[in-house]
């Protein structure tokens, strides 16, 4: 394998950091990295706001679960799905932006996964860890309120930024087999493969715990999906505007 393949297959969600800042360059660099992710028609729908007050990170923290790796680490990045600066290039040309389509608020959100992911890896290139928050979708309202965020512009996930001060397994991965489909989707080899996947996980948390935890893949995803997952997402995204009407 290449270094880049290499680097890419030893990811690891990173929660525990060195208080050692970012350098500028760095952060220069994942930026860029993250702006030269494939974009729908060029739209670049997508912001991120970088925050390193203590106090902001604390607030934020709280907001997404009492996360403390928020507070610890040196930069947290709150990547947004952002149509605002599309309207506003709308207005200059005279026209009218119809924002409210479902197909909008995907372009929008797909446009800030790819260039966060990129971020992600260029982070990973320099040395540094990083994990993702969903949790700033527990209260979206208030995440926006702390960072001010406009009309049309709603909070997809944060990122903790920063050196490594821990060394985690690689927790493995569903095989390539259950994922990939040649020529028509094979549904019929899915119980096999979650089997399999399963006693992989369960040796794995028997591992990582010494013993204490046995579960596997399929209940975590029972547990998760059992119930209705932030049910207040949708009236949130219609209060900025994205109301994904047609």
């Not at 929660?15 to 800042?21: G, W």
């Not at 500028?24 to 993250?34: F, G, H, N, V």
């Not at 608020?105 to 260039?115: E, W």
């Not at 209260?139 to 702390?146: A, F, H």
Request: glycine share 6%.
């Amino acid at each position: 394998m290449n270094p880049t393949i290499q680097q890419l297959t030893r990811h690891r969600s990173i929660r525990k950091y060195k208080p050692d800042p970012i350098p500028q360059d760095a952060l220069d660099a994942i930026l860029l990295s993250a702006q030269m992710a494939s974009t729908s028609s060029n739209v670049q729908a997508y912001s991120v706001i970088g925050v390193t007050d203590p106090d902001q990170k604390k607030q934020a923290a709280a907001l997404s679960g009492h996360q403390v790796y928020i507070e610890q680490c040196p930069l947290f990045l709150v990547w947004c799905a952002d149509l605002n600066r599309n309207k506003q290039a709308c207005e200059m040309q005279g026209a009218d932006m119809v924002s409210g389509t479902m197909e909008n608020l995907l372009v929008a959100t797909i446009d800030v996964a790819l260039a966060s992911q990129n971020a992600a890896v260029a982070a990973e290139s320099l040395g540094l860890g990083i994990v993702y928050i969903g949790g700033v979708r527990n209260n979206p309202r208030e995440i926006r309120d702390l960072l001010g965020l406009p009309e049309l512009v709603y909070p997809v996930f944060g990122m903790c930024v920063g050196y490594p001060d821990q060394e985690p397994d690689i927790r493995p991965r569903l095989a390539t087999s259950a994922v990939y489909h040649e020529h028509t989707y094979d549904a019929a080899k899915t119980r096999q493969e979650i089997e399999a996947y399963d006693e992989i996980t369960r040796q794995y948390y028997r591992e990582r715990t010494g013993g204490k935890v046995d579960t596997n893949w399929s209940k975590g995803i029972a547990d998760k999906f059992k119930q209705p997952l932030r049910e207040h997402m949708a009236a949130f995204l219609r209060e900025q505007g994205f109301e994904f009407d047609k």
